[in-house]
């Protein structure tokens, strides 16, 4: 795949991305976008139809879903997985895996923890340790996956095993290490304060106004393809909607106790909110991520165009237990505590399924920052809203995996459809 086929992949990823010169209307954009969906390229349209169905369903279950102290522990629950997934999807864009990710954050936020308990370092100062440790981590596993050549799963489950020895190390048998750091506990169970919020969420929607705007006049200078103004004005109103509305939504007091008054968005999303911007900008509007979407998609095409294939490839698993080593601390800011057994378990499973889930493939070459941001969502309204119902767990497993299967269902569908449309 050549950077001009890379570059038109990645558009043809963007919802209702059209040529000019055939859609002018957004009419005609919405019928275009129809016959995409038609031809197999559905994006993340499955997953947010499916949020939509989970939140109607649970609202009607349960009086408590839709309450502002519910929808702020759903955000809560949702951001250690958002994070992990987030990492992923650089991998998973590579057609490859990474099952240690999950305890390779476990074992940096033991690292962080334990660097402000007997060290005394500064939260920062831990926090950075903790990245680093996850950026070598992550440096081993590309170094033997693309330079030695042993499967990604291989050297990952073997890292899985290895780095629970590591965190056991560290923290001993039975033991926990408590997270008491203001600044690192507060992710999670503090709120940034109401007015601050509101001016964040306005400097969102009038930033994204104003770089979707610019891009268009851009794009239509250039006379290059575009989408209709009215699409634009559209997805504008459409972000405006959700930002505004969540942080009205959060900044009302949703204590119980009105002695104590707990309002504002909690940390944890700005925090992810960065994170998907900051990711989104690097995959979509970068040479970087125009290579990682060429290698995923391609990647013997990838290296006949000059592209260093395994520089990439050991990029995108620094990068994915990188952002494993924020979710780790974010998991721990929400336990209030590292032991031996964080990080293991379901958490890398259920990142793994949030990044398919939001429309990633595990094919390689198609998918995007949000999409992990979506499944993460689905994967913490699953449990929240069974929890909230007093379901037995096995119900929540259940129920999970019926949704992973059904989206790896459809993406395996949607790529036979794409390739039988001559789209992919």
């Not at 290490?177 to 507060?186: A, L």
């Not at 634009?232 to 104590?260: D, E, Q």
Request: hydrophobic content about 55%; glycine content about 12%; proline content about 3%.
């Amino acid at each position: 795949m050549t950077s001009t086929e890379t570059s038109s992949s990645s558009l043809a990823e963007t919802d209702f991305a059209v040529d000019s010169r055939q859609v002018a209307t957004v009419g005609q954009a919405f019928t275009a976008y129809g016959n995409r969906i038609r031809g197999g390229d559905m994006g993340a349209l499955p997953a947010v139809l499916g949020l939509i169905v989970l939140f109607v369903v649970f609202s009607l279950a349960s009086s408590s879903f839709l309450t502002a102290l519910n929808m702020a522990n759903l955000i809560t629950q949702a951001g250690a997985i958002c994070v992990l997934a987030m990492g992923l999807v650089p991998v998973l864009l590579m057609g490859d895996i990474d099952l240690s990710a999950g305890v390779a954050g476990a074992v940096a936020a033991a690292i962080a923890a334990l660097a402000i308990r007997d060290q005394g370092l500064p939260w920062y100062v831990a926090v950075l340790a903790a990245v680093v440790a996850g950026m070598v981590i992550g440096l081993a596993i590309g170094l033997l996956v693309a330079k030695v050549g042993i499967p990604s799963f291989v050297v990952t489950l073997a890292f899985f095993l290895a780095l629970q020895g590591v965190t056991l190390r560290l923290i001993g048998q039975g033991g926990s290490v408590r997270v008491d750091d203001p600044v690192i506990r507060g992710l999670t169970i503090t709120n940034v304060p109401v007015l601050a919020g509101w001016v964040v969420a306005v400097v969102i929607v009038v930033g994204f106004a104003a770089l979707t705007l610019l891009r268009y006049r851009s794009q239509v200078a250039r006379d290059l393809q575009h989408q209709p103004l009215g699409v634009i004005a559209l997805k504008i109103a459409g972000m405006a909607v959700i930002v505004l509305g969540v942080t009205a939504v959060l900044s009302v007091n949703r204590s119980r106790n009105p002695n104590f008054p707990i309002e504002g968005v909690p940390y944890v999303l700005p925090l992810v909110a960065l994170l998907l911007i900051f990711w989104t900008f690097v995959l979509t509007r970068t040479r970087y991520g125009r290579h990682v979407y060429a290698v995923g998609g391609n990647r013997e095409a990838a290296r006949r165009a000059g592209i260093n294939v395994d520089r990439i490839r050991i990029s995108v698993f620094v990068i994915g237990s990188s952002m494993a080593a924020i979710s780790g601390i974010i998991a721990a800011s929400n336990a209030g505590s590292v032991s031996p057994s964080s990080g293991a378990g379901n958490t890398l499973l259920y990142a793994v399924g949030a990044a398919v889930i939001g429309g990633t493939s595990l094919f390689g070459g198609k998918g995007q920052a949000r999409d992990a941001v979506i499944g993460g969502v689905v994967i913490a309204t699953i449990a929240n809203g069974l929890g909230l119902l007093n379901q037995a767990s096995y119900i929540n497993f259940l129920v999970t995996g019926a949704v992973l299967l059904l989206a790896a269902g459809v993406d395996a569908v949607s790529r036979r459809r794409r390739s039988a449309s001559g789209l992919g």
